[in-house]
């Protein structure tokens, strides 16, 4: 599982021109025929004009079909595994006593949302299932990618609660009662669905050995700072009132909430400092710390960026005091450079520009040296692809002496960025900071600070 072969090209549907896809193939082996079964799901458009009306854009309305190999050289003849009459993806099989059990996602969209895990059974591997049964995952919950293993007595049913972005479970001992056993599972940060089987534990132990082997020194690091976090000292979850937790700079930027969680949104004029906006937290911290939240990008604009202030206090010369609130007034048209020449803070910019533009980038202030942003910016990286608008990235910041880290994930990708700030005074405590650059708008949702202690 390690070191694969090239990979090959197998026309399991090229005898079909009308095919549009093969989505999500799995693999059975058959130990009475001594033969793999492959088998996906594939639509072949204006094939079931009768159910394709009930299908998403009226187009893909799959069935599922097969192919049988010894050697995955030669291949059998594509046939048809299921068609029950209506939309099905992502079939399971797995075998049971004299029977065989095929999980499936009821693809159905209209008139009424199905988009869940039913089973249907045969006494043959392939062909013969019947009409499915009622859905087997949870009511009101779009699933898909089911994964079923057997535990002493007890199956295990795995799905993938897309639209909620996460893992869900379901338990049963007949494979007929279901009970939901999402609370008691975990998986790892971004994992999505995929099939779940058994290897020797030689095997496993070798994955899980090049597996550690294969982080970096930094990775291991994060992750340990990660696990050590303690207290919890701040948390909104966004669908509050705002200002509870939060104060504003600047006049014109707004902030809404709803169970979507917290729209932040800068003024839409461009080249317009009044137009920028600063969400201050109300508490200020100290220490070391983990920040944590979801984040997506609302706006379409390839102007400016997104920055986040770690512990930022003022200058302490003349009006701007240390308790930044002391000289909220100042800050009413939130100039940027009222920020970088009176605040001793850490600051990272993402989100930058447009897509192919885009930087992730960190600073610490030095309001001492009085020389502007010369010689605060302690690294940037460039293109890195991630901030497309709506969607959803899970951010994760680590302040830990003078190391910074910043992780960004969503479902298709995932970075670690880390910074030293050695050459310029700690930062030991202050507020945290949301900046919008003006025309910039984005969504947080369970925004939590916590605090490191320890080596």
């Not at 094939?47 to 599922?64: G, I, L, S």
């Not at 009459?85 to 049971?96: M, P, S, T």
């Not at 919890?232 to 966004?238: A, E, K, M, P």
Request: charged content about 30%; overall charge negative.
């Amino acid at each position: 599982l390690l070191n694969g072969s090239e990979q090959m090209y197998i026309p399991v549907m090229e005898y079909e021109d009308s095919a549009m896809n093969c989505w999500a193939p799995e693999l059975f082996y058959d130990e009475d025929s001594e033969e793999y079964m492959i088998y996906w799901a594939t639509t072949i458009a204006g094939k079931y004009p009768e159910t394709v009306k009930f299908a998403k854009d009226r187009t893909r309305d799959h069935r599922m079909y097969y192919v049988t190999t010894r050697d995955f050289k030669t291949f059998s003849e594509t046939k048809q595994l299921y068609n029950q009459g209506f939309n099905v993806i992502d079939a399971v099989v797995v075998k049971e006593g004299g029977e065989y059990i095929m999980l499936l996602k009821d693809e159905t969209l209209l008139p009424e949302a199905q988009k869940n895990i039913k089973i249907a059974r045969s006494k043959n591997l392939s062909e013969g299932y019947g009409k499915p049964g009622a859905q087997i995952s949870p009511k009101g919950i779009w699933v898909e990618g089911p994964s079923l293993m057997k535990f002493g007595d007890e199956w295990i049913l795995y799905y993938d609660q897309y639209r909620l972005h996460a893992m869900g479970g379901m338990k049963s001992s007949d494979l007929e009662h279901w009970t939901d056993i999402s609370d008691q599972i975990s998986f790892p940060e971004g994992t999505r669905h995929g099939t779940a089987f058994k290897v020797p534990i030689e095997l496993y132990n070798n994955l899980l050995f090049n597996d550690i082997f294969a982080n970096s020194d930094e990775e291991e690091r994060f992750d340990e700072l990660y696990k050590s976090a303690g207290e919890t000292l701040f948390s909104d979850n966004g669908t509050g009132d705002w200002s509870e937790k939060w104060h504003l700079d600047g006049k014109i930027g707004y902030v809404e909430n709803s169970k979507e969680g917290m729209d932040f949104h800068a003024g839409p004029e461009i080249k317009n400092d009044a137009h920028h906006a600063v969400l201050w937290t109300k508490e200020t911290f100290a220490g070391d710390l983990l920040i944590e939240y979801d984040y997506t990008r609302l706006d379409t604009s390839d102007a400016q960026v997104n920055i986040i202030y770690i512990e930022a206090t003022g200058s302490g010369e003349g009006e701007y005091t240390k308790d930044i609130f002391e000289w909220n007034k100042l800050r009413e048209v939130p100039s940027m450079s009222t920020y970088f020449n009176n605040m001793n803070t850490l600051h990272i910019s993402y989100a930058a520009l447009d897509i192919e533009e885009d930087y992730v980038r960190a600073r610490r202030y030095r309001p001492d040296l009085g020389t502007r942003l010369k010689g605060t910016d302690l690294g940037a990286t460039y293109g890195t692809g991630f901030f497309k608008t709506g969607v959803k990235h899970h951010i994760i910041i680590v302040k830990k002496g003078f190391d910074l880290y910043m992780k960004v994930s969503n479902d298709e990708q995932s970075e670690l960025y880390k910074w030293n700030y050695a050459d310029h005074p700690e930062v030991r405590e202050g507020r945290i900071a949301l900046r919008h650059m003006y025309s910039r708008s984005s969504r947080y949702k369970n925004f939590v600070v916590k605090e490191i202690s320890g080596e």
